[in-house]
């Protein structure tokens, strides 16, 4: 099988979802038998422009910069990849492009907001340049990298699992924490692939992996509603790590 050329970029993100690369324990030592990686700053690879058959891009989009980089990175991958809710949909920080003003909220945070210089939004790499294959998650799993490299490798285009975290979540037969304890769980509306993770701990899903196909997510709102929850906490609970999403827009 031929080797795979591939980069690991990152724009405006926290490095969680490179650390899927970098945590794949003995798949690590496969994957680079699979691939040559040839630009991952974060594990020593520097090559940003260097032609590649998969590009995966962590973070969104923040600046002028930014805008210019992700143009360049494209016109030299075959393939372009997604990887996280940053990447995917502006993730946390896409919750600044709500402010009527940006000194709304960079006086807030910084003492010296005059250093600043991004755009007005954080932005989805889709809203720029075109994407083969988006991963979602906050962060994105290891297993996600190793099955879709795999299939690519095999010539076969990756499946694009939209079901939603209830289905790992009954599968697991994980004690349901919206019918037991009355929590805003977002499973039903969840894309699934984090295995259920919060509601095995029993805490109650946050959407990390944002929207699943044919999401109700009014009706999961109103749900809430009346489970006691005020509108503005749920409503809330939606924006938090996929506020671009309008699927997840809830009153
Ligand atoms: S998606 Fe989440 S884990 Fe991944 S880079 Fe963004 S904030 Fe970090
Ligand atoms: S705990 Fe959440 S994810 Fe699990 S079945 Fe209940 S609503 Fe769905």
Same mark, same amino acid.
């Given at each position: 099988? /031929?080797?795979?050329?591939?980069?690991? *970029? =990152?724009?405006?993100?926290?490095?969680?979802?490179?650390?899927?690369?970098?945590?794949?324990?003995? @798949?690590?030592?496969?994957?680079? /038998?699979?691939?040559? #990686?040839?630009?991952?700053?974060?594990?020593?690879? &520097?090559?940003?422009?260097? *032609?590649?058959?998969?590009?995966? #891009?962590?973070?969104?989009?923040?600046?002028?910069?930014?805008?210019?980089? #992700?143009? !360049?990175?494209?016109?030299?991958?075959?393939?372009?990849?997604?990887?996280?809710?940053?990447?995917?949909?502006?993730?946390?920080?896409?919750? =600044?492009? @709500?402010?009527?003003?940006?000194?709304?909220?960079?006086?807030?945070?910084?003492?010296?907001?005059?250093?600043?210089?991004?755009?007005?939004? !954080?932005?989805?790499?889709?809203?720029?340049?075109? %994407?083969?294959?988006?991963?979602?998650?906050?962060?994105?799993?290891?297993?996600?990298? &190793?099955?879709?490299?795999? @299939?690519?490798?095999?010539?076969?285009?990756? %499946?694009?699992?939209?079901?939603?975290?209830?289905? !790992?979540? =009954?599968?697991?037969?994980?004690?349901?924490?919206? &019918? $037991?304890?009355?929590?805003?769980?977002?499973?039903? &509306? $969840?894309?699934?692939?984090?295995?259920?993770?919060?509601?095995?701990?029993?805490?109650?899903?946050?959407?990390?992996?944002?929207?699943?196909?044919?999401?109700?997510?009014?009706?999961?709102?109103?749900?809430? %509603?009346?489970?006691?929850?005020?509108?503005?906490?749920? @409503?809330? +609970?939606?924006?938090?790590? *996929?506020? $671009? +999403?309008?699927?997840?827009?809830?009153?």
């Amino acid at each position: 099988m /031929e080797r795979l050329r591939i980069a690991v *970029h =990152k724009f405006s993100s926290c490095d969680g979802c490179q650390l899927a690369f970098l945590n794949m324990g003995e @798949a690590l030592i496969e994957l680079s /038998e699979a691939v040559e #990686i040839v630009h991952f700053p974060e594990a020593g690879y &520097v090559d940003e422009l260097a *032609h590649v058959d998969i590009a995966f #891009i962590e973070g969104s989009i923040v600046t002028a910069h930014d805008e210019n980089r #992700i143009a !360049s990175i494209r016109a030299v991958s075959n393939r372009l990849v997604t990887i996280g809710a940053c990447a995917t949909s502006g993730g946390i920080q896409a919750l =600044k492009n @709500a402010a009527q003003s940006p000194d709304d909220w960079t006086g807030t945070i910084y003492a010296t907001p005059s250093y600043i210089d991004t755009l007005r939004t !954080s932005s989805a790499i889709a809203d720029y340049v075109p %994407v083969d294959f988006e991963l979602w998650g906050c962060p994105i799993t290891s297993q996600q990298i &190793v099955t879709l490299v795999g @299939a690519l490798l095999r010539g076969v285009w990756p %499946v694009d699992d939209t079901e939603k975290v209830c289905m !790992s979540c =009954k599968r697991a037969q994980y004690v349901c924490t919206l &019918v $037991t304890k009355g929590e805003p769980c977002l499973g039903p &509306v $969840t894309r699934a692939g984090c295995g259920a993770l919060c509601p095995a701990f029993g805490r109650d899903c946050f959407g990390c992996f944002g929207p699943s196909d044919t999401c109700n997510a009014q009706g999961l709102a109103n749900r809430f %509603v009346g489970l006691g929850y005020q509108p503005e906490r749920i @409503a809330r +609970r939606f924006r938090l790590i *996929h506020s $671009t +999403r309008t699927d997840w827009s809830v009153t």
